[in-house]
């Protein structure tokens, strides 16, 4: 099982500054099969990021992901006030039958 | 549009069972593998089960393998769970989600979930 780490645990930043996010796996996530998800509270995850680097539907440039292998970045060029949420990542590049494994999640906090 | 509607959470004893459904549209759900995941109060997402589009192929966490059951009618458009023998630990908000291959992946569309409880 892919165990995926995610640092710092939270982020205190204020609108308008940069955020970067980091997952990093237990071993390397085959064709970089990484994605990143959005959940305010009381609501559902929104996909923001899938294939560690193409952004899902509607999804503002101001979110990108990067990385491979076993080291991820989600960015957030410049805050906006509905960006301040929990952020996890999620792999699914393992081998078939094997689970899909979440990161403990980053909180991005209004400092 | 996308909709997925969950339903059938609610209070359960210990050792008790529920099945939650999930109903979809905006989509051909027979083209597509459907996820569950869940999340307990306070606490990240965990995986649970998985169903290929035709429903042929299924994929279960340890957690609750030999407890849950995974289904889908592809004439209904709904995906099923059926939980027995829970637990306190099954307690979460269980979100159905739609992959977005036949195989699952990633979701790219989540319902909104419903709140198991299980406690005597």
């Known amino acids: 099982e892919i165990v995926l780490t995610q640092s710092p645990g939270t982020l205190s930043l204020s609108p308008g500054e940069r955020a970067t996010l980091s997952c990093r796996a237990s071993?390397?996530?085959?064709?970089?099969?990484l994605a990143w998800y959005q959940q305010k509270p009381g609501q559902a995850p929104r996909l923001l990021i899938y294939?560690?680097?193409s952004r899902a539907t509607g999804i503002p440039d101001r979110f990108g992901g990067s990385g491979s292998g076993t080291d991820f970045t989600l960015t957030i060029s410049r805050l906006e006030p509905e960006d301040f949420a929990l952020y996890y990542c999620?792999?699914?590049?393992?081998?078939?039958?094997?689970?899909?494994?979440f990161g403990g999640g980053t909180k991005v906090e209004i400092k | 549009e996308v909709q997925l509607v969950e339903s059938g959470g609610g209070l359960v004893q210990p050792g008790g069972s529920l099945r939650l459904s999930c109903a979809a549209s905006?989509?051909?759900?027979?083209?597509?593998?459907m996820s569950w995941v869940r999340q307990a109060p306070g606490k990240g997402l965990e995986w649970v089960s998985a169903?290929?589009?035709?429903?042929?192929?299924?994929y279960y966490a340890d957690s609750v393998k030999g407890r849950f059951t995974i289904s889908r009618d592809n004439s209904k458009n709904t995906l099923y769970l059926q939980m027995n023998s829970l637990r306190a630990e099954d307690t979460a908000v269980y979100y159905c989600?739609?992959?977005?291959?036949?195989?699952?992946?990633?979701?790219?569309?989540w319902g909104q979930g419903t709140l198991v409880t299980v406690s005597s």
């Open positions: 905006g989509f051909t759900f027979s083209n597509n593998a």
């Open positions: 169903t290929s589009s035709s429903g042929s192929i299924t």
């Open positions: 071993q390397s996530v085959s064709h970089n099969y």
């Open positions: 294939g560690a680097s």
């Open positions: 989600a739609k992959n977005s291959g036949w195989y699952w992946n990633f979701g790219d569309y």
């Open positions: 999620q792999q699914y590049g393992g081998s078939p039958g094997s689970p899909l494994t």
